[in-house]
């Protein structure tokens, strides 16, 4: 692995697969929508289907990130009040090619890091007292990296709109799934198209919804690779993440008594699989570490 002490690094080996599998998700959900609004309403149903699909993806793609960050109870930070962390954001976001996005703090305890993106560039980055208070300084700029490393990535945007439609598909199948009974109770449709479409609304939504889950797992390999790009640490994001997986077990891990939720009920990778694919990189990287001023 190459350290870059300026410049734009290479894209990672995670993204075009990424970059692939979220639009094959993307066209995929807006095809069912279609397909859905067909069903229920004929021709009129597949053009309001297809309209929706059109104004959903305005609407998620114009959604403020100042709005998204206010939404968390987010306090905007100036150069003055944070210099080291508006340094920080200002460096990586160089390296890695985008404008710095606006730089919030989150009054909470809970250790954390999120970012919100749009169309046209506009972004919004924001980071707990928690998490500062968790992490050294190299450990909180990795994680810093790999929130900017999703907004290169444009994963914010894209997996807020793939949830969009996501719910969308939900709402249309469970109206297919009325039109289907009442159909059938009307003899107006055979009984095969209405148990199909029934079937069909059931199990559609938990085989998407397992779909996106994978894709956000995707694009969070992806985020941790670009990450590493830049900041020449993967050492660092791995300490970063050993700290936050201590502290942020989820409800379900110590109610069933184990290390990691199963695959499809996590929207993240494992911490352990991530931590290991970051401890290979460290292995292959040259000793020693770049810093720009």
Not at 48 to 67: C, D, K, N, Q
Not at 157 to 185: E, F, N
Not at 278 to 286: C, E, I
């Amino acid at each position: 692995m190459r350290s870059h002490v300026e410049g734009v690094p290479q894209a990672s080996k995670s993204a075009p697969s990424a970059a692939l599998a979220t639009t094959i998700f993307l066209l995929g959900l807006s095809a069912l929508c279609a397909w859905v609004g067909y069903f229920v309403l004929g021709r009129l149903g597949l053009v309001l289907g297809v309209l929706a699909v059109a104004l959903l993806v305005g609407f998620s793609a114009g959604l403020s990130p100042e709005l998204a960050m206010r939404m968390q109870r987010g306090v905007r930070l100036t150069p003055q009040r944070a210099p080291e962390l508006h340094a920080a954001v200002a460096r990586l976001s160089r390296r890695a090619g985008i404008a710095a996005p606006a730089l919030y703090l989150v009054p909470t305890p809970t250790p954390n890091a999120l970012s919100a993106g749009a169309l046209g560039g506009r972004a919004a980055l924001a980071v707990t007292s928690g998490l500062l208070e968790l992490l050294s300084r190299d450990e909180y700029e990795a994680v810093i990296a790999h929130e900017i490393a999703h907004l290169r990535n444009r994963d914010t945007l894209l997996l807020r709109l793939a949830g969009s439609l996501l719910r969308t598909l939900q709402m249309l199948l469970r109206v297919a799934t009325w039109v289907a009974l009442i159909g059938l109770l009307g003899r107006m449709l055979p009984l095969s198209i209405a148990i199909g479409v029934i079937v069909l609304a059931t199990v559609l939504p938990w085989v998407a919804a397992a779909l996106h889950q994978a894709l956000s797992r995707t694009r969070e390999f992806a985020a941790d690779e670009t990450a590493v790009e830049l900041t020449g640490s993967p050492e660092a994001l791995a300490s970063a993440l050993q700290k936050l997986g201590r502290v942020e077990r989820h409800w379900m891990t110590r109610a069933l008594g184990v290390e990691d939720l199963p695959p499809w009920l996590r929207s993240h990778p494992a911490t352990r699989e991530r931590i290991e694919r970051l401890r290979t990189h460290a292995g292959r990287a040259p000793p020693g570490r770049h810093r720009a001023a």
